[in-house]
T-cell receptor, first 114, second 111 residues
């Protein structure tokens, strides 16, 4: 089992460019999430999905878009990248949204916008 | 307003001693609390959780204590090992809600 796989691991983006961070999971989890972690801070929820075709905004959605066409994949798109989007991005999945259903995280994408 | 706070950014302990990591929360609707551990260049991994109807949960060397009246929880690691050196995140969730994370505490266990 690979779990949650994120690509790329690292990327440098120029201001104003766009890119897609890829995330795929092989645990057949319905629930998937995108978080960002800034230095010295906790994880902030960007977007989440409760199943294929259903997505919703989290705490910090501005500047991002998501889609969920399959159970396995949950890509995150950055449009018109800004330096404030420099961060480490984590994708996660869970069996349910019940509080006792822990999140399974990928290893992150470290993005620098310059 | 930050709903989950980990007031100690770092903690250093000697191998074999107890590590105590603390977490405070403000939202009384939280019903589950989870601890995650994160090594550099990896994603967080789930460590242990506790329901709001309990005051203690134990798993091997790890024990989480919950004080609902004080809105405070703590993670105890006994005995601490060098491999426990990592960033520990406290997270809380309300019924069928998304997790809210603290800013993390970096634990260093010295041999």
């Amino acid at each position: 089992n690979a779990g949650v796989t994120q690509t790329p691991k690292f990327h440098i983006l120029k201001i104003g460019q766009s890119m897609t961070l890829q995330c795929t999971q092989d645990m057949n989890h319905n629930y998937m999430y995108w978080y960002r972690q800034d230095p010295g801070m906790g994880l902030k929820l960007i977007y989440y999905s409760v199943g294929a075709g259903i997505t919703d905004k989290g705490e910090v959605p501005n500047g991002y878009n998501v889609s969920r066409s399959t159970t396995e994949d949950f890509p995150l798109r950055l449009e018109l990248a800004a330096p404030s989007q420099t961060s480490v991005y984590f994708c996660a999945s869970s069996y349910s949204t019940a509080g006792n259903s822990p999140l399974h995280f990928g290893n992150g994408t470290r993005l620098t916008v310059t | 307003d930050q709903q989950v706070k980990q007031n100690s950014p770092s903690l250093s302990v000697q191998e074999g001693r107890i590590s105590i990591l603390n977490c405070d929360y403000t939202n009384s609707m939280f019903d589950y609390f989870l601890w995650y551990k994160k090594y550099p260049a990896e994603g967080p991994t789930f460590l242990i959780s506790i329901s709001s109807i309990k005051d203690k949960n134990e798993d091997g060397r790890f024990t989480v204590f919950l004080n609902k009246s004080a809105k405070h929880l703590s993670l105890h690691i006994v005995p601490s090992q060098p491999g426990d050196s990592a960033v520990y995140f406290c997270a809380a969730s309300a019924k069928a809600g998304k997790s809210t994370f603290g800013d993390g505490t970096t634990l260093t266990v010295k041999p």
